[in-house]
Each structure stands twice: as C-alpha cells, then as structure tokens.
C-alpha cells in the first residue's frame, strides 16, 4: 500500500464554520506533511510532523491546527477561515533515516478547499 | 539560500516529439537531494525521481531522462517521444541532506502535448 488518502476532496465552508481536513497512511512512513498550493504555484509547506510531534510550523495562522493523533493519521482543523484561504490542501509522507530527513515525500490527491 | 529556478512556464508540444524542461537550482549546501515531481489534473504530486548532490550519473527511465550537472547547478529533465499523458505541471525540488523537512519547490512547467 503506497498511498496517502486525502478525505474530504472537495470542501466549501463559510466563514464561520469549523472543518477538518484528514489524511491517512499506511506505509510506515514517521514525517507526515501539510502542503497549501493556490492555482499555478508551487506546493507551500504548512506544517510537518515527525514521530507525532509537530516539528515545523512555517507561521501558519493560528486559524489552522493540525494535529497527529498517531503515526498513520494527521488532520487539519480549520476554523474562522478567510476567502483567501482557498485553494487546494496536499497532505505527504515520507519514511525518515536518522539524521536524513529528506526521502521523497508521497502525497494524496489534496481537499480543493473553497472559503466563501 | 536555496532556490529552484524553472524558467519555463508553459511548453506545448505535438505527440511524438521529445521535450527538455530546465532546472536550475543555488543552495550552499554540499550535500542535497534534487527531485522532479509531477502533478497531472487530478492534483497528486508524483514522485519521479530524486538524485543525491554527489551522484552525478545520469538517468534514464523508460522514455525519462535526467542531466545532473554540478557544474552549471542544472539538473534537466527529457521526455522522448512525448505522450498526450505526459501533459501535467512538472516541479524540480531541492532539499538538504541531512536535517531540516523543507523542500524548495521550483515554480513548475506546465507541458501540454497535443494529439
């Protein structure tokens, strides 16, 4: 099993809602990895997890929280959104060696969010 | 500082036709991974290939060739004989060795081969 599956694939929520977006993989892998892509851009690192513990937080408004509940499972709960949040969430995995960090990473298909 | 430079933004080609997409990267670092993703309509990345700063042996998958050159910090990509399922947005990435999770992410070509 080499995938990472994104649920849901599509969101619209308002401004006031609170959503979660959940990712999940079975591979072993111990860094998972929240990625934020707006049309024609590149992916853009959110957050990363390794071994269940947050590790990187690339000054993402407090309005989205990712948690780890365990090694095959992240979510990203959404609170208080705002219309330029929109666009499509990547969730990745990769396997982690020590002190190399940076095996290519497996992504999911991505929720295309839309904040209204 | 890292950086990947794709200057390429769209390239169209007709079936049948071979394409290079150009990769240019500045890191300080002596040792990196360098990796080509491809991401079709559907939004999943897709891990093609990485390569390791002091392997600088050329590639070849199928119809996918990689040119790693230290020297001019390149690291070019060909498709041969291009397929109307080739088309996709390809990004070149760089990232360390060792420590640190983040990977750059060039700003990608997107490649249209047509029928």
Redesign the interface.
Known sequence: DTEVTQTPKHLVMGMTNKKSLKCEQHMGHR?M?WYKQKA????E?MF?Y?YEKL??NESVPSRFSPECPNSSLLNLHLHALQPEDSA?Y?C?SSQLFG????????????T?LSVL | AQKVTQAQTEISVVEKEDVTLDCVYETRDTTYYLFWYKQPPSGELVFLIRRNSFDEQNEISGRYSWNFQKSTSSFNFTITASQVVDSAVYFCALSPYTGGFKTIFGAGTRLFVKA
């Open positions: 860094a990895y024609k851009k590149p992916p690192l990363v390794s590790s990187i499509l990547l990745a002190q190399r960090r940076n095996e290519k990473l497996f992504f999911g298909s991505g295309q």
